[in-house]
């Protein structure tokens, strides 16, 4: 069965560094979701994006994040200057639509530690 | 806020029995729901998704929903040990992004 595959599954970095997370969706999809979880808390959408732009974006999604598809396969987040806060689980998800109606098959995770 | 909320539990069933899981949303905007299960430091993974009011069944799951109460809930008949996760209820906002909630952790005892 097709599955989204991210990489790297453990991330650590410094406080004020930059972060590439990332992610190969589904091949046939065209949505493409970041999602974070902090220990302990809910799954928080972050940000959507379909047809090579932010479709939605959360409060959460401020100026240090951004994404980017460089290529046919690749969906990228990066945190530009990361912050002790930041240290989370992040998914990536991607549909098929995007439609209410189509599901969301999430990876398996990057874990971010912020030292 | 538009928020999702369960029980954090933990919900305790012996093997066997029905476990109820509950949710209820307060967007009334939403449209579709969704219930994952959270196995400890994995990803969501989706079990059923409902998108009109009454049950949905599904093997050994049922899902119910009722919008004028917002409130949506899923039951799990026959619960084995290996149910025994966090449980996960979304619902989508005006766009298309999930909402969830802080999940309800199961526990099935042999």
């Known amino acids: 069965e097709p599955e989204v595959t991210q990489t790297p599954s453990h991330q650590v970095t410094q406080m004020g560094q930059e972060v590439i997370l990332r992610c190969v969706p589904i091949?046939?999809?065209?949505?493409f979701y970041w999602y974070r979880q902090i220990l302990g808390q809910k799954v928080e959408f972050l940000v959507s994006?379909?047809?090579?732009?932010?479709?939605?974006k959360s409060e959460i999604f401020d100026d240090q994040f951004s994404v980017e598809r460089p290529d046919g396969s690749n969906f990228t987040l990066k945190i530009r200057s990361t912050k002790l806060e930041d240290s989370a689980m992040y998914f990536c998800?991607?549909?098929?639509?995007?439609?209410?109606?189509?599901?969301?098959?999430f990876g398996n995770g990057t874990r971010l530690t912020v030292t | 806020q538009k928020e999702v909320e369960q029980n954090s539990g933990p919900l305790s069933v012996p093997e066997g029995a029905i476990a109820s899981l509950n949710c209820t949303y307060s967007?009334?905007?939403?449209?579709?729901f969704f219930w994952y299960r959270q196995y400890s430091g994995k990803s969501p993974e989706l079990i059923m998704s409902?998108?009109?009011?009454g049950d949905k069944e599904d093997g050994r799951f049922t899902a119910q929903l009722n919008k004028a109460s917002q409130y949506v809930s899923l039951l799990i008949r026959d619960s084995q040990p290996s149910d025994s996760a966090t449980y996960l209820c979304?619902?989508?906002?005006?766009?298309?992004?999930?909402?969830f909630g802080k999940g309800t952790s199961l526990l099935v005892t042999p």
């Open positions: 998800a991607s549909s098929g639509t995007g439609r209410e109606d189509s599901p969301l098959h």
């Open positions: 091949s046939n999809h065209l949505y």
């Open positions: 994006f379909y047809n090579n732009e932010i479709s939605e």
């Open positions: 967007d009334r905007v939403s449209q579709s």
């Open positions: 409902i998108y009109s009011n």
């Open positions: 979304a619902a989508t906002n005006s766009g298309y992004a999930l909402n």
